[in-house]
T-cell receptor
Framework: DAGITQSPRHKVTETGTPVTLRCHQT?????MYWYRQDPGHGLRLIHY???????DKGEVSDGYSVSRSKTEDFLLTLESATSSQTSVYFC????????????FGSGTRLTVV | AQSVTQLGSHVSVSEGALVLLRCNYS??????LFWYVQYPNQGLQLLLK??????LVKGINGFEAEFKKSETSFHLTKPSAHMSDAAEYFC???????????FGTGTRLQVFP
């Protein structure tokens, strides 16, 4: 299995503070994704990346930015956290790419108070 | 825009009964289709996927799904439910010629003894 690690696993932060979540993979896959999961909404795509410094927006990108300076790391930043961003965040990689297999991390539970 | 609809946010069955979870997609070109399972407080695990090969796809844990182009459906079935099948199930679509994976809102399966 492709190694994919999310950090932190849990975080509580205050409204208005910046927050960065990290997704790390060990197998050099090109495509990486950030989703948020909320009851009644399933998983919604925030941003994704198709290579170093190549990123694009998903359906719920407002209030989020991403960066990918190395193949193995995909960072999600909440510039100024709001209570509506309280959610569980999942990172995913497409591995192996030719087989359209997506693998998910264990998630980060973020609470904004 | 591509979308996927899961009918029924909650499904309850007795142990040993047939499991049927419904998924319909909207697309003029058949996409790639996936079913994922999420156990409480865990990440997502791939059950099975359709990538334009056989229309009847067999997955893990005894689940299978049939791609029906005429009905734009990809329903998930299991002949005999087990208590351990209790989880949330997500249908997802990767539209043709895109790099995105779009999820339905999920169906929570309860299995009663």
């Amino acid at each position: 299995d492709a190694g994919i690690t999310q950090s932190p696993r849990h975080k509580v932060t205050e409204t208005g503070t910046p927050v960065t979540l990290r997704c790390h993979q060990t197998e050099n896959h090109r495509y990486m994704y950030w989703y948020r999961q909320d009851p009644g909404h399933g998983l919604r795509l925030i941003h994704y990346s198709y290579g170093v410094k190549d990123t694009d927006k998903g359906e719920v990108s407002d209030g989020y930015s991403v960066s990918r300076s190395k193949t193995e790391d995909f960072l999600l930043t909440l510039e100024s956290a709001t209570s509506s961003q309280t959610s569980v965040y999942f990172c995913a990689i497409r591995a192996p790419e030719k087989d359209y297999g997506y693998t998910f991390g264990s998630g980060t539970r973020l609470t904004v108070v | 825009a591509q979308s996927v609809t899961q009918l029924g946010s909650h499904v309850s069955v007795s142990e040993g009964a047939l499991v049927l979870l419904r998924c319909n997609y909207s697309s003029s070109v058949p996409p790639y289709l996936f079913w994922y399972v999420q156990y409480p407080n865990q990440g997502l695990q791939l059950l099975l996927k359709y990538t334009s090969a056989a229309t009847l796809v067999k997955g893990i844990n005894g689940f299978e799904a049939e791609f029906k182009k005429s009905e734009t459906s990809f329903h998930l079935t299991k002949p005999s439910a087990h208590m351990s099948d209790a989880a949330e199930y997500f249908c997802a679509v990767s539209p043709y010629n895109t790099d995105k994976l779009i999820f339905g809102t999920g169906t929570r399966l309860q299995v009663f003894p």
